[in-house]
C-alpha cells in the first residue's frame, strides 16, 4: 500500500484534476468502485437512511461505522487498485465529548485500516476535534453546508444562500483549513458559494448539490447506481436503473423456483454413478 495515500488529494488539486469520490458502506461496493477508477471512497453515515431503515443519521453509532469501515477497507484491498484512500464519517456525538473522548473514538475508528476520518461542521467543537485529531496523526476532512448530523435544526436545506451566511461558510472553510483539514465536503449551497471557497482554500473540496466548480464531487454509491429507489434529490445524477434490474431479478428468481426451474442440475452436486448404486443397495439392507 502506498504510504501517503490521501496526497493525491492535494496533487490533484494542484494539477487541476477533478476528484471523484463515492459513499459506500460495504467490502462489493468498494471493491466495485475502486477497480472503476473512483479516486476515494467514503464509509458515509448517510448508512443510516441508506441501508440501515433509518430516517437519519444522528443513530448511527461508533460501532457501526467501525464495522461497515472495517467491510470497506478490506474490499478495497482486495481490489486491483489497494491504494485507493479510504475515508470514514465520525459519527454524530463521536468528537464533541472532550480531547480524550476525541481520540478514543478517533483511534478506534483509524484501526479498521482506513487512511481519514470526516467531521461536520465549523463550530468551535468541530475545530479542536480537528486539531486533536490532526495531531494525533490522523487526517481530518470537513464537511460544511447542509451536514446531516445537525439537520434536525436547519429550517432550509440549501445552506449559504445570503450574503452573510455564504461569507460564514467561507469562514469556517478557512477555519478548517487552518486547523489542518485535507479537504472539505461542501454540500447543498449556492454554486457561487462553493467556487468562492474553492478558490480561496488550497486543500482540495468535493462538492455534492455544490456544482461543478469543487475541485471534486462525491455521490452516494445506492443514488448513482439507482438504488435507492424513490424520487432521489435534485443533486443525484442516476447512471444505471439499479433498482429495476435487481427487481427484475429478484421476480425471475421467485418465479423460476415457484416454476421448479431453479435448480437446474448444472447448479448442484451429483453423487458418482457408482456410490449411488452402492447406497442404494446397502439403504435397502
Ligand atoms: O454520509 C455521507 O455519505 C456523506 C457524503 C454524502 C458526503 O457525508
Redesign the pocket.
Known amino acids: 500500500m502506498a504510504a501517503f495515500p490521501l496526497q493525491t488529494f492535494y496533487q490533484k488539486k494542484r494539477r487541476g484534476e477533478r476528484i471523484a469520490m463515492v ?1 459506500l458502506y460495504d467490502a462489493p461496493s468498494a471493491r466495485l468502485c475502486s477497480e472503476a477508477g473512483v479516486d476515494a471512497l ?1 464509509i ?3 448508512m443510516g437512511n441508506v441501508i440501515l431503515g433509518y430516517d437519519n ?1 444522528v443513530s448511527v453509532t461508533l460501532n457501526d461505522m467501525m464495522c461497515h469501515a472495517a467491510a470497506v477497507v478490506r474490499g478495497a484491498k482486495a481490489s486491483s487498485r489497494p491504494e485507493v484512500p479510504v475515508i470514514a ?1 465520525m459519527p454524530f456525538g463521536s468528537y464533541h465529548g472532550g480531547a480524550d473522548d476525541i481520540a478514543r473514538n478517533g483511534t478506534l475508528l483509524m484501526q479498521t485500516g482506513v487512511h481519514g476520518l ?1 467531521v461536520e461542521g465549523g463550530n468551535q467543537g468541530t475545530l479542536e476535534a480537528v486539531k486533536r485529531l490532526t495531531q494525533m496523526g490522523a487526517p481530518v476532512m470537513g ?1 460544511l453546508g447542509f451536514t ?1 448530523q445537525s439537520s434536525l435544526k436547519f429550517s432550509q436545506t440549501v445552506q449559504g444562500k445570503t450574503a452573510a451566511t455564504a461569507n460564514e461558510l467561507l469562514e469556517a472553510a478557512k477555519r478548517l483549513e487552518a486547523a489542518g483539514c485535507f479537504g472539505i ?1 461542501l ?1 447543498v449551497m449556492p454554486l457561487e458559494v462553493a467556487q468562492r471557497i474553492t478558490e480561496t482554500l488550497t486543500i482540495p473540496t468535493i462538492g ?1 448539490g455544490a456544482g461543478a466548480g469543487c475541485d471534486g464531487q ?1 455521490l ?1 454509491w445506492h443514488d448513482l447506481a439507482g438504488l435507492s429507489g424513490g424520487e432521489p434529490f435534485r443533486f443525484v445524477k442516476r447512471y444505471a436503473d439499479g433498482y429495476a434490474l435487481l427487481s427484475q431479478a429478484a421476480r425471475d428468481y421467485v418465479s423460476e423456483v415457484h416454476a421448479g426451474k431453479f435448480p437446474a442440475s448444472e447448479h448442484g452436486w451429483p453423487m458418482p454413478a457408482e456410490e449411488l448404486e452402492l447406497w442404494k443397495k446397502e439403504s435397502k439392507e
Request: glycine share 6%; charged share 25%.
Open positions: 459513499s467514503l458515509g453515515d448517510s443519521t464519517d470526516k464537511h446531516p465536503v454540500e455534492i462525491v452516494v
